[in-house]
């Protein structure tokens, strides 16, 4: 599966995404700066129903938003951007692993710190610019992790 947008097709592209994506847990967002992941990610909340996705501060490790499922449960996205992180341990620090397996939506900005913490059924996802400024999002095999 891959999707192809623009800005504007962004919520339409985040709507066929959690058709496609329905249970999975962990993701990873693979991707340049300035790619999109992060607008990215805050469209893929704001899809979810997060109503103050917008409103997180830029530069914190790990955001926490609030949503309710179909059946009005409460339940939680974490967004987790790792740049600022050295190695295993500072991510151990910041509490990323504890994120990582509790029983909520993860998507991870610059995973290759925590490689190895990773649940296995992990998502990968990779990020591109065209050179129309249009954004690729397609799944990348795990294997190639
Ligand atoms: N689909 C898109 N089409 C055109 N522009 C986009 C698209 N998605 C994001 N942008 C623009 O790209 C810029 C960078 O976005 P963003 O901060 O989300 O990138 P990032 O990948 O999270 O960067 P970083 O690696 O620095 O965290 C923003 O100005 C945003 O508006
Ligand atoms: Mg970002």
């Known amino acids: ?6 800005l504007d097709q962004l919520p339409e592209t985040a ?3 959690w058709e496609h ?3 999975k847990q962990v993701f990873t967002l693979d991707g340049p700066m300035g790619a999109g992941k992060t607008t990215l990610v805050k469209a893929l909340c704001a899809a979810k129903g997060v ?3 917008t409103a997180s501060p830029t530069f914190s490790i790990i955001n926490e938003y609030a949503y309710r ?8 996205i974490f967004h987790l951007d790792l740049y600022r992180l ?10 990323v692993e504890d994120t990582l397996y509790q029983d909520a939506i993860s998507f991870v900005e610059w995973p290759e710190v ?7 059924d992990t998502i990968h996802l990779q990020l591109e610019v065209q050179p129309d400024q249009k954004r690729i999002l397609r ?3 795990s294997s190639s992790k």
Request: proline share 7%; aromatic share 10%.
């Open 15 to 17: 709507r066929q995404f």
């Open 21 to 23: 994506f329905a249970d």
């Open 69 to 76: 499922d179909k059946q009005g449960q409460p339940r939680r």
């Open 114 to 120: 925590v490689a190895h913490m990773l649940p296995p």
């Open 139 to 141: 799944e990348i095999a």
């Open 51 to 53: 109503e103050d996705a």
């Open 86 to 95: 050295k190695d295993e341990d500072d991510a151990i620090s910041a509490g």
């Open 1 to 6: 599966m891959q999707w192809t947008f623009t």
